[in-house]
C-alpha cells in the first residue's frame, strides 16, 4: 500500500487512443501485487484480450468473461502518461520485447502496480497477437514511476 | 539406428531408476533401440543437444524454447500435475520473512537449473535484489541448497519447488519460504527431435494410454508421474512466449 494513498473517490472520464471513453470510478487506494504470481494475458494484433490467467482476473477484478473480448486498455489507469503506452506499442511493433512500469486500474476503482513486459507473438513469420506478463514490482521503482509519469501526463 | 533419449539435469535423484524403467517400456513399444544419456551438468546436455545426439528428451521449460524454435523439435505431451515452481527459502530462526526483508549483499544459494534461477531472480526483483548486488553460490543439488542455508553459508536459497518438498522433514523443518511462484502454467515437455519424427504418433498414442494400462502405471509410479497430458503446438508456443518475457 502506498503511504500516499488517501482513499478519496473521483470519477474520471479517461479518453482511449481510438477516440472512445468511459466514465470511470478512481479510487486512491491501492492493491498489493500478490507475492509469487504473474499476471498473464494476451492479445490480438489490436490488444483485443484473448486470454486472461486467473491472477489477471484476481487482481483486474473483472470476471474473466468480462475481460475476454474487450481491449486491453480497459486497465489504463488515468495516472498513467500516454506517451508510455505510445513507446509500448512503438516497441512492439518493430518486433522487440517492451519492459515497463504500469499503474493498473481495477474494476472497483482501485489501482495496482506491475512490472510488465509485453512481447510480440510470432507464428510462421506472422504477428498473432501479444503476450503481457507482470510480476511483482519493487517499491523504489513505484516511487520512481510515479514521480515520472507525473511530469509526462 | 539406436535412438537417444536424455533427462533435463533437474529431475529428482528419487527417480533416476524410473528413467531407465521408462527406457525399457519405450525400447517394447517402438520396437527399436533406445540408449538412455543422464547429465549432471545443463551446458553439457545443450551442446549435445545442439550437436544432434539427443532425439527425445524429457526438457525443462527453459531448453523448450531452443529446442522447438531452433532445433524443430516437437512437444509430444506434458507431465500431468507438475507445473515447475520455485521456491525462495531461508534459514527457520532468520529473523527475515519476506523477500522484502533481504538487503543487497546478501548471499543465495542456488543450482545451475535454468528455471529455478531465473524464477528466483524474479522474485528477487521486488527487494530490488539483482545479479549486481547478490552473490550467488552454485550447487549441484537442492538438498546442498538446504546444506548451505543450515550451516550459514548463504542466507536464502533458491529451490525448484518440488525438490523443496521433496527435503527430508527434519531439514525442511529448519528452513522456512519466504516465497514460492504460483504460475501454473510453466513445466516440463516431453519433446521429440527431427531424426525420430516418424514415431511420433505413435509413441504419442502410447503415453497417453500408459495410465490406463496396469504396467504402464507401474512405469509412470517409478518416474513420479500420474500420467501424460496432450500438449499442443499453441499451448507449447504460448509457453515459450511466456518464458521469453522472463529472460532479460
Redesign the interface.
Known amino acids: 500500500m502506498s503511504e500516499h494513498d488517501t482513499g478519496s473517490v473521483e470519477e474520471v472520464l479517461i479518453k482511449y487512443y481510438d477516440g472512445t471513453e468511459r466514465l470511470a470510478k478512481v479510487v486512491d487506494r491501492e492493491v498489493p ?6 499476471i ?1 494475458s ?1 492479445t490480438d494484433p489490436k490488444g483485443i484480450i484473448t ?1 486472461a ?3 489477471f482476473v484476481e487482481m483486474s477484478g473483472y470476471t474473466r468473461e468480462e475481460l475476454l473480448g474487450v481491449n486491453h486498455y480497459i486497465l489504463r489507469h488515468p495516472d498513467m502518461p500516454a506517451v508510455a503506452f505510445k513507446d509500448l506499442w512503438d516497441t512492439v511493433a518493430q518486433g522487440k ?1 517492451w519492459q515497463g512500469y504500469v499503474k493498473n486500474l481495477r474494476k472497483d476503482g482501485s489501482y495496482y502496480w506491475v ?1 510488465a ?3 510480440p ?1 510470432i ?1 510462421n513469420g506472422e504477428l498473432v497477437g501479444y ?3 507482470r ?7 513505484i516511487k520512481e514511476s510515479e514521480a515520472l509519469y507525473a511530469t509526462l501526463r | 539406428m539406436t535412438l537417444n533419449l536424455s533427462v533435463s539435469p533437474d529431475f529428482p535423484p528419487t527417480h533416476l531408476s524410473g528413467w531407465f524403467i521408462f527406457n525399457t517400456w519405450l525400447q517394447r513399444q517402438l520396437d527399436t533401440g533406445v540408449h538412455l544419456e543422464l547429465y549432471d551438468s545443463f551446458d553439457a546436455q545443450r551442446e549435445d543437444i545442439r550437436n544432434g545426439k539427443i532425439d527425445l528428451i524429457y526438457a525443462n521449460p527453459y531448453d523448450a524454447s531452443m529446442l522447438v524454435r531452433e532445433l524443430g523439435f516437437k512437444v509430444l505431451v506434458r507431465p500431468r500435475n507438475r507445473a515447475d515452481e520455485t521456491v525462495i527459502a531461508a534459514r527457520a530462526d532468520d529473523p527475515r520473512n519476506c523477500v522484502e526483508d533481504l538487503e543487497p549483499g546478501v548471499k543465495i544459494a542456488t543450482t545451475a537449473d535454468p528455471d529455478v534461477h531465473t524464477m528466483g531472480m524474479i522474485m528477487l526483483e521486488s527487494a530490488d535484489l539483482d545479479k549486481d548486488n547478490v552473490s550467488f553460490q552454485e550447487y549441484d543439488s537442492y538438498v546442498l541448497v538446504a546444506k548451505a542455508l543450515l550451516n550459514g553459508q548463504a542466507d536464502a536459497g533458491f529451490f525448484l519447488k518440488a525438490g523443496y518438498d521433496e527435503l527430508s522433514e527434519l531439514v525442511r523443518n529448519k528452513t522456512k519460504s519466504l516465497v514460492s511462484s504460483q504460475i501454473s502454467v510453466v513445466h516440463h515437455t516431453l519433446v521429440i527431435g527431427p531424426r525420430m519424427q516418424e514415431h511420433a504418433e505413435l509413441l504419442r498414442e502410447r503415453l497417453l494410454g500408459m495410465e490406463e494400462d496396469p504396467k504402464g502405471r507401474e512405469v509412470l509410479k517409478s518416474m513420479g508421474l500420474d500420467g501424460w497430458d496432450v500438449m499442443d503446438e499453441e499451448e507449447t508456443e504460448f509457453m515459450i512466449d511466456l518464458i521469453d518475457t522472463l529472460i532479460e
Open positions: 501485487y500478490p507475492d509469487g504470481k504473474l498473464v494476451r486470454h490467467n486467473r491472477a520485447k512490472k513486459t509485453v512481447i507473438n507464428r503476450t503481457s506478463v510480476r511483482k514490482p519493487s517499491r523504489s521503482k
